[in-house]
């Protein structure tokens, strides 16, 4: 787990919420990541009848899922009932001008999916992870994946924004941005979970923005707040944020101001169970060959 805890789900489900109706304008660096996560599964070789969007917001990935999978029943899942009726906005869309059929939504947490056990052949997530115990995500996703399933996902890396954690830091000594698990750590999650061989990459997106400001906007229109357990409340006053904008300062080259995205991408397979609920091992019997 990150240094300053697991998120608090309600501020991140009030946070998204707020930026529904404005989200996809803002989107830029979630619908990127999400191309650059579909590409991901141009070389799986995988025809699922059921894939889940988890964390799916206002429904970014649903077009590039459908053409995919043409054939697969996808489902929607986000936190944010706002989003969803966004998302549902997309999906009428869909129907009234392709007639193809529309994504089932549900609101619901990521680490409590209302979904049966191995109903699905594919879990797809996009920049979702972060705001979760991810360890409690994979437990789940490898529930509700059938034996040979494939989850695929993006998330945000510890160096995430580490201008505006430094700028803070230089202000003051309280968390103002969120923390972001290590993909090594990910990857031994992944394992501990039921998941086999877990493949993990990283890249560095650097956005430019005119003013610290434009930044905090930004960030706060797509959802991006801070959502530890143990935030300030409030940024402290005008000095304080005068303090952290000086410092922000800095990092200016030229005309912009540089923001960090450590994005990490990460996909596995679900293997089958090595042991039972009462701990015990399952070994397989191969039938013998007819000689």
């Not at 650059?36 to 970014?60: K, N, S, V, Y």
Request: hydrophobic letters at 45%; one cysteine or more; glycine letters at 10%.
């Amino acid at each position: 787990m990150p240094e300053g805890g697991v998120p608090d789900k309600r501020a991140v489900r009030r946070s998204f919420g707020r930026a529904a109706a404005a989200y996809d304008r803002h989107a830029v660096l979630q619908g990127e990541v999400a191309s650059r996560l579909l590409q991901h599964l141009e070389p799986m070789r995988i025809d699922p009848a059921r894939a889940i969007d988890l964390g799916c917001g206002t429904g970014l990935a649903f077009g590039g899922l459908r053409e995919r999978f043409p054939r697969a029943q996808l489902v929607g899942i986000d936190a944010a009932r706002p989003m969803l009726l966004e998302a549902r906005r997309r999906a009428s869309w869909w129907r009234r001008v392709i007639g193809r059929s529309a994504p089932l939504l549900a609101c619901a947490d990521a680490e409590r999916l209302p979904l049966a056990a191995g109903c699905a052949q594919l879990a797809f997530s996009n920049l979702m992870l972060q705001w979760c115990d991810a360890a409690k995500v994979f437990a789940e996703v490898a529930r509700v994946l059938e034996v040979g399933g494939l989850f695929l996902f993006s998330t945000c890396g510890p160096d995430t924004l580490k201008e505006l954690r430094a700028a803070f830091a230089a202000a003051d000594d309280a968390d103002h941005v969120n923390a972001f698990v290590d993909m090594h750590d990910l990857g031994d999650a992944l394992v501990a979970a039921g998941f086999a061989d877990p493949v993990m990459e990283m890249e560095m997106i650097r956005l430019e923005y005119s003013s610290v400001e434009a930044l905090a906007r930004d960030l706060r229109a797509g959802g991006g707040r801070n959502v530890l357990p143990g935030r300030p409340r409030s940024l402290g006053g005008r000095a304080r944020w005068r303090r952290m904008a000086e410092r922000y300062e800095g990092e200016r080259r030229g005309d912009a101001l540089p923001a960090t995205f450590e994005v990490v991408y990460g996909h596995a397979w679900k293997e089958a169970p090595k042991r039972i609920a009462d701990g015990r091992h399952v070994i397989a019997f191969e039938p013998r060959g007819r000689r």
